[in-house]
Structures are given as C-alpha cells and as structure tokens.
C-alpha cells in the first residue's frame, strides 16, 4: 500500500496524516504546536520520524497565499522554498496550497454524515460550489468541475467590502469605519469580526465596550447574560447568510454552498434557529433564484487533510 504525506498548517497548529494513494484514506492523523518548531520541515521531519515511513510524494495546506516558490505565513514566522524543502526531505513532488483550497478540494470526497443542510434544494452533480469559514479570518473558494477533474478557484474573498442591507448594519459600517477605514467582510465575518460587531453595537450606544475575546461573547450571548453579546452573534449569523448568499449569486453555485469549521460549530443549535438562512436568500428580485441553493456545514474533523489529499491524488492523475 502506498502512503503520501498530507498537512493542513494554521498559525497555531500543524496537523500532518498519512493518505492512502488508491482510496483517500486518511490515517495516523497527529497535531503539533507551530511553537515547539523553527520549522515546518522539522514537525514533518518528526512526524515521519515517529511513523517510521517513507513517502515519495506530499501535499500542505497552509494558511496564507500560495503564489510562488517562497512561502510566508501570515500568522507565523515559518517561511520556505517550496523547491528547497522537497529537495531536502527527497519528495518526488511537493504541492503547496491554500488551505481553502484543500477544504474546497474536500467537498467531493465528504459522505451525507459529514454534513448538516441549512435549507435549498438538492445539490445538482457537476455544478459549481462556494465554500467558506469564519475563523481566524475569513476564507473563501469556489469549486467547479471541468473534464472530469475538479478545479479549486481560491482567492481572498474575505477582503471584500463588507455590504450592509440593514439600518443596524449600516451603523456597524459607520463605525468600524472611523476606526480601521476600509471594512471588509472580515472584519465582522470573524473571531475578531464578532468582537468588532459587539464593540460597534456598544458604541453605537455611547457605551464603552469591555474588551472580551470572541469566546467571552459567544459563551454570554448562548447563556442570554448580555444583550449587547446576543445582539452580536445574531448579527454575525445574518453577515453570513448574506455574504453566503452573495457567493451563490457570483457562480450560480447550484452544487452547494458549504461552510468550513471556524467558530461556528461552537454556536450550532444558536447557529440553527437564526436569521441565517433568510438573509441567504434575501436577495430581492433573485429571491427565487437563491432559494433552491443548498448550505451545507461541513462537520468532517478533519477536511483539509482530505482535501489536500484528494488535491494530491488528482494531480498524480487520479479521478475523485
């Protein structure tokens, strides 16, 4: 049986698997804390080390732009030559990619039990697919498929303009406005974005914030301790049901639209019974046009390990 080495690498955390070549599978999955390493290719070192294999052929995800050989995290000192790494640990081929270009390259391989429907119609076969995730911040990709093979478009859709259709949402704008200048979909559609919307609720009040995490907030506005809080998480479920929406206008995304991970599997049921899915489909004269599009939640544990496998195996000229 043949193995290649599959990664999915944030600002924090380094998760590194096995991928079985012929089915996908995905295997002897281990974390490693980015700041125990002065290197990705030390934890890779490690892992392989203690799995005691070999492997000719590898696939990373990483959590930043992917344009040429030299890669630089956003959210961590790690920095490498894509070349020069595969040179030193004797790879055959090496692909380095956005990580949500790994989660996108997920989707085709996900099974019904790998994920929940928030409203639409069934996912048509062969038509193209939004995917996005508020976390750290706010990534996007679409997915189409074209001569039998499946084609990640990922770019940086979470610095779009951040759009409000709402009195409320304008006077968020308003705010976060004066304080940063140019508001992006991130800037609300995040860990950091959450605390952004309850601190432009409060001081849209003449109320001076606290300064809370994105946990504090979410933990106060589930318990109903703090109006301002629920306000917020209430919010931020309407921004993503509209920009969801907003990504299914731009591809006519009838094979689904699904969401990666991030902070929202921590709010589900909150997440559930919200303005979600209405603001999805609030889209004026294309009412119609949005309402048959499926959302989906991804709840796979680990989709961009599969996605950088699945990633890897087309490339080596497999069909997924």
């Given at each position: 049986?043949?193995?290649?080495?599959?990664?999915?690498?944030?600002g924090?955390?380094?998760?590194?698997?096995?991928?079985?070549?012929?089915?996908?599978?995905?295997?002897?999955?281990?974390?490693?804390?980015?700041?125990?390493?002065?290197?990705?290719?030390?934890?890779?070192?490690?892992?392989?080390?203690?799995?005691?294999?070999?492997?000719?052929?590898?696939?990373?995800?990483?959590?930043?732009?992917?344009?040429?050989?030299?890669?630089?995290?956003?959210?961590?000192?790690?920095?490498?030559?894509?070349?020069?790494?595969?040179?030193?640990?004797?790879?055959?081929?090496?692909?380095?990619i956005?990580?949500?270009?790994?989660?996108?390259?997920?989707?085709?391989?996900l099974?019904?039990?790998?994920?929940?429907?928030?409203?639409?119609?069934?996912?048509q076969?062969?038509?193209?697919?939004?995917?996005y995730?508020?976390?750290?911040?706010?990534?996007?990709?679409?997915?189409?498929?074209?001569?039998?093979?499946?084609?990640?478009?990922?770019?940086?859709?979470?610095?779009?303009?951040?759009?409000?259709?709402?009195?409320?949402?304008?006077?968020?704008?308003?705010?976060?406005?004066?304080?940063?200048?140019?508001?992006?979909?991130?800037?609300?559609?995040?860990?950091?974005?959450?605390?952004?919307?309850y601190?432009?609720?409060?001081?849209?009040?003449?109320?001076?914030?606290?300064?809370?995490?994105?946990?504090?907030?979410?933990?106060?506005?589930?318990?109903?301790?703090?109006?301002?809080?629920?306000?917020?998480?209430?919010?931020?479920?309407?921004?993503?049901?509209?920009?969801?929406?907003?990504?299914a206008?731009?591809?006519?995304?009838?094979?689904?639209?699904?969401?990666?991970?991030?902070?929202?599997?921590?709010?589900?049921?909150?997440?559930?019974?919200?303005?979600?899915?209405?603001?999805?489909?609030?889209?004026?004269?294309?009412?119609?046009?949005?309402?048959?599009?499926?959302?989906?939640?991804?709840?796979?544990?680990?989709?961009?390990?599969?996605g950088?496998?699945?990633?890897?195996?087309?490339?080596?000229?497999?069909?997924?």
């Amino acid at each position: 049986m043949t193995y290649a080495l599959v990664g999915d690498v944030g600002g924090t955390n380094a998760r590194l698997a096995l991928c079985t070549v012929a089915t996908g599978e995905i295997t002897q999955a281990k974390t490693y804390s980015g700041l125990e390493f002065d290197s990705l290719e030390a934890v890779i070192r490690q892992y392989l080390k203690a799995c005691d294999i070999e492997v000719q052929d590898a696939c990373i995800a990483i959590a930043c732009p992917v344009t040429e050989d030299w890669v630089a995290m956003t959210n961590h000192s790690w920095a490498f030559s894509i070349k020069e790494m595969k040179a030193s640990l004797g790879l055959s081929h090496l692909e380095v990619i956005n990580d949500f270009t790994a989660v996108s390259m997920a989707i085709p391989m996900l099974s019904p039990d790998d994920v929940l429907q928030f409203g639409g119609g069934d996912a048509q076969p062969g038509k193209p697919i939004a995917v996005y995730g508020a976390g750290t911040g706010l990534g996007v990709a679409h997915l189409v498929h074209v001569d039998r093979r499946w084609v990640s478009l990922p770019g940086e859709g979470g610095h779009v303009d951040f759009a409000p259709n709402s009195e409320e949402e304008d006077i968020i704008l308003e705010v976060l406005r004066a304080e940063v200048g140019h508001v992006s979909a991130e800037r609300v559609l995040s860990g950091p974005g959450l605390v952004n919307l309850y601190r432009a609720i409060v001081k849209a009040d003449n109320r001076l914030p606290e300064k809370w995490e994105p946990k504090d907030i979410t933990e106060r506005a589930l318990a109903d301790s703090c109006i301002d809080c629920r306000r917020a998480l209430s919010l931020f479920c309407v921004i993503m049901g509209r920009f969801g929406g907003n990504l299914a206008l731009n591809l006519g995304t009838f094979g689904g639209v699904y969401i990666a991970g991030g902070i929202v599997p921590r709010f589900m049921e909150f997440f559930k019974a919200s303005g979600f899915r209405a603001a999805f489909e609030d889209k004026g004269r294309f009412r119609d046009y949005v309402r048959e599009i499926p959302v989906f939640m991804i709840t796979h544990g680990q989709p961009g390990l599969l996605g950088a496998g699945a990633h890897l195996r087309q490339t080596l000229g497999m069909h997924l």
